[in-house]
Nanobody, 122 residues
C-alpha cells in the first residue's frame, strides 16, 4: 500500500481545510486508515481512524465534533474534513495504513504517506 496526502495549507482560526489520503498503489479495502498529527516539538499522535471495509470511524477527544473522516466508497481515498480549526491544530498531518485491529499506536502502521503541513494562524 502506498499513500499520498494532499490538501494542507495555511488557514485562519475558525476556518476549514479538507485533507485527502489516496492510495497510489494497492487498495485500502482491508486496512485501517488513520490520520496522525505531529505538532512542533511533540510526538506524533493519531487523531482519527476509519476501518475502511466496514466504515467504522473513531476520533480523539481533541478533534471529535470538529473533524470528520470519510471514505469515498471506491476505497482508494480517505478524507479528513477539519472545521473550526484552532492554532493547536497546527502540525504535519500524516495518513497511515495498518492491518485489521490497528488503533491509536503509530507502531501498528507499516504504511505512511509523506505528510502535509497544516498551519492555523492569523
Amino acid at each position: 500500500l502506498q499513500l499520498v496526502e494532499s490538501g494542507g495549507g495555511l488557514v485562519e482560526p475558525g476556518g476549514s481545510l479538507r485533507l485527502s489520503c489516496t492510495a497510489s498503489r494497492g487498495s485500502m479495502h482491508d486496512y485501517v486508515i488513520a490520520w496522525f498529527r505531529q505538532a512542533p516539538g511533540k510526538e506524533r499522535e493519531a487523531i482519527s481512524l476509519i476501518i475502511v471495509r466496514e466504515g467504522g470511524t473513531y476520533y480523539r477527544d481533541s478533534v471529535r465534533g470538529r473533524f470528520t473522516i470519510s471514505n469515498d466508497g471506491a476505497e482508494d481515498t480517505v478524507d479528513l474534513q477539519m472545521d473550526s480549526l484552532t492554532p493547536e491544530d497546527t502540525g504535519v498531518y500524516y495518513c497511515a495504513g495498518g492491518p485489521w485491529g490497528s488503533s491509536w499506536n503509530a507502531k501498528q502502521y507499516p504504511f505512511w504517506g509523506q505528510g502535509t503541513q497544516v498551519t492555523v494562524s492569523t
